[in-house]
């Protein structure tokens, strides 16, 4: 067939090169990620980090060893994701953002977004989803929605509508969405839709407990008090748990 060489071969002359000893180790981590061989890969990305300068470079004049550095470091961390250990992984996420990482592509942006959004960083992770949306010729649903909740964190209620409702656009049966624009659209005060989000989003998901209370907060707001008793009747979770669940 067309298939060339293994990577491993192609790499193999250029590991004894000192000044290639960084690329080289992260190639090969890149290699193992992709295969699903986070213990491999994550060894290597290490490597590679080890022979790469820590200071932060200037803007201008950044080497191709600083330039690797933070790459590195985000794969590393989505590695410790991976194997099982969240905190360290966000942190070095995180550490790869400080250091100028741009996500390229939708599941680096994910990854990043999602990361700031734990560590409180709504602030981060909106920039990093709007120029992976901006640029993209196929929107995503599910980055609408993540940009939606980064707006929400950030109490920028229009903007977080407005982004849900691009998401919805994309993707309408989306229950969690429905009720995360329903709860900004109460509060914004258009009860009318809001009710609207949270009866679609019960007709996608009848079983959901938080839904049903946020309809009947709805109604309840609205002055239909026998509704809102409907719609909280059915409901079996604790209302405190409910309204932070939406």
């Not at 977080?160 to 969690?176: C, G, H, K, N």
């Not at 969405?177 to 005060?189: E, V, Y």
């Not at 019960?202 to 109604?219: G, K």
Request: glycine share 8%; charged share 25%; hydrophobic share 45%.
């Amino acid at each position: 067939g067309g298939r060339g060489p293994p990577l491993e071969a192609l790499l193999a002359p250029l590991a004894d090169q000192p000044s290639l000893r960084d690329v080289v180790a992260y190639l090969k981590g890149r290699a193992a990620f992709a295969r699903g061989r986070m213990g491999t890969a994550r060894r290597k990305f290490t490597e590679a980090l080890a022979a790469t300068p820590t200071e932060d470079p200037p803007a201008q004049g950044r080497s191709g060893a600083e330039a690797l550095r933070p790459s590195a470091l985000f794969y590393l961390g989505r590695c410790l994701q991976a194997l099982g250990d969240a905190g360290s992984g966000r942190a070095r996420i995180m550490e790869a953002l400080d250091q100028d990482f741009r996500p390229e592509t939708v599941e680096e942006a994910v990854v990043a977004a999602r990361a700031c959004l734990t560590a409180g960083r709504a602030d981060r992770a909106i920039p990093i989803l709007e120029a992976i949306l901006l640029n993209r010729v196929d929107p995503s649903a599910a980055l609408w929605a993540m940009l939606g909740r980064a707006h929400q964190a950030k109490g920028s209620i229009a903007a977080a509508i407005s982004a849900f409702t691009e998401s919805l656009r994309l993707e309408p049966s989306q229950a969690d969405t429905l009720a995360l624009r329903a709860s900004l659209l109460r509060r914004a005060g258009d009860r009318s839709k809001a009710r609207e989000d949270a009866l679609e989003a019960i007709q996608i998901e009848p079983d959901n407990a938080a839904l049903r209370y946020l309809l009947a907060l709805v109604e309840l707001e609205a002055g239909a008090v026998e509704s809102a008793v409907r719609a909280g009747a059915t409901a079996t979770a604790p209302i405190a748990v409910a309204i932070e669940r939406v």
